[in-house]
């Protein structure tokens, strides 16, 4: 002991990992070693393992483990700092804590075991969607949740939210079944079953050795962030690429409060990869679009046709700060028949390009297309069209159904609006500030 003890000291460790080949039946020795550690190092973290997984198979369990002793001093200052802040806010309401496995934790237990927040994020968005299924009578779903890192999917299916044990973090994929996994590390705790890719609104563009475009999983993360964010990112992401292709709103995102610049954008990814690759921006911008689409679908198949169920039978809901602009086409793509989004969500699925606030669609592919709406103006069902529309005073904004599904729209206040549909087979207008009263349209077989 005296010669570990001294190699962490040596080291300057600051969290250790332990676990002893028969701990999950008798956990004395590793106590005995944690309190040895303690005596002489106070202030390294310990992770034991028949704390963290109690159970049979030693592989596993170290790596559990090694994972929750990764990650707990970063956790711990997190959740301290979190506590402090909400101290001084005078907020009296009890800290709790979102598990992976959907359920919640308190402060202290989730300091202690850090482990079971991991993709405790997707996971509440699981329930979520399972809120929202409730809500309209749904039994299956896929949901899509795509951040600035990685794209998460799950199933939902005849209502049941699947969890399970056999998870793995850190590989090309992220997945519960070691059939479909990515060569990362196993955690065995019950987690919401989920599966995760390197493809998200930050993940950067870069050329491989065969010149070809590669995306992800080196991300821009929220500092600096997408290069048209104009917070010093010089490398071009997924969301530059997405802006050039007008599929963000080119004045802003978040309500305006993240400005959003065409020129950085177009910037990055002209110095980055089409002057060495020698395309032009849009071919550029359109081909990162088109591979992490490819990615986020691996994602989609790994919880569905690859456990034998087909996507046919579910609808797609999406959620996450870049789910919305890629959800349509992953959904035509794949040929899953129709998209849901909650209006309680800000961001979910065309509201981050269009900025919408009060929105309850389905949409879905050409061939069928069903909708509820706020403050519905009117439909349009052939491309390239245009139309001039009296909101009464009120923007309008436009959603459509196609490969390029996003249409451009110009609108203001007061004024009778043109929109300018951009190949687009299916859309519907309604208006930005629209009531919390739905009025429903049916498209039929349009």
Request: charged share 20%; proline share 4%.
């Amino acid at each position: 002991m005296k010669k570990t003890i001294d190699f962490l000291d040596k080291h300057n460790i600051d969290s250790a990992a332990i676990c002893l080949i028969n701990s999950y039946r008798n956990s004395t020795h590793e106590d005995e070693i944690a309190k040895e550690i303690n005596k002489y190092l106070p202030n390294i973290d310990i992770s034991l393992s028949s704390k963290i997984l109690p159970h049979i198979g030693e592989y596993e369990r170290m790596s559990s483990t090694v994972i929750d002793a990764y990650i707990k001093p970063i956790v711990r200052n997190y959740l301290r700092n979190l506590k402090k802040k909400i101290t001084s806010k005078n907020i009296e309401a009890p800290i709790y804590i979102m598990k992976c496995s959907g359920g919640l934790t308190t402060l202290d237990h989730a300091e202690q075991i850090p482990i079971n927040m991991i993709e405790s994020g997707p996971a509440a968005g699981v329930l979520a969607a399972s809120h929202f299924l409730n809500k309209f009578k749904y039994q299956n779903l896929v949901t899509f949740d795509m951040g600035g890192t990685t794209a998460k999917a799950s199933i939902i299916e005849n209502g049941i939210i699947f969890r399970t044990r056999d998870y793995e973090v850190g590989g090309q994929i992220s997945a519960t079944s070691r059939l479909t996994g990515g060569g990362g590390y196993p955690i065995n705790i019950p987690v919401v079953d989920i599966a995760e890719v390197g493809a998200g609104g930050g993940s950067i563009g870069w050329i491989d050795t065969g010149k070809g475009i590669k995306v992800g999983p080196k991300s821009a993360g929220a500092q600096p962030g997408p290069a048209c964010y104009g917070l010093g990112g010089k490398e071009p992401t997924v969301t530059d690429a997405n802006v050039i292709l007008g599929y963000l709103n080119p004045e802003g995102i978040a309500g305006g409060e993240i400005s959003i610049s065409h020129s950085l954008a177009e910037r990055a990814i002209v110095d980055n990869l089409s002057k060495p690759l020698k395309l032009n921006l849009e071919s550029t911008a359109y081909g990162m679009h088109l591979i992490a689409n490819s990615q986020m679908m691996g994602a989609i198949r790994s919880v569905t046709t690859q456990r034998g169920r087909d996507v046919r039978d579910f609808t797609l809901i999406a959620f996450g700060g870049s789910g919305p602009v890629h959800a349509s086409s992953l959904a035509k793509e794949m040929g899953i028949p129709f998209g849901v989004t909650d209006s309680a969500a800000r961001v979910l699925w065309w509201n981050q390009a269009m900025d919408v606030p009060a929105i309850e669609w389905l949409v879905a592919n050409e061939e069928a297309v069903r909708a509820s709406a706020t403050s519905t103006l009117g439909i349009i069902d052939n491309a390239d069209q245009s139309i001039t529309v009296d909101a009464g005073g009120q923007s309008v904004v436009t959603a459509g159904i196609a490969a390029f599904d996003l249409a451009c729209a110009e609108a203001k206040p007061g004024e009778p609006s043109t929109v300018q549909l951009v190949n687009t087979k299916a859309c519907l207008l309604y208006t930005s500030d629209a009531a919390d009263e739905r009025s429903s349209v049916d498209l039929g077989g349009r």
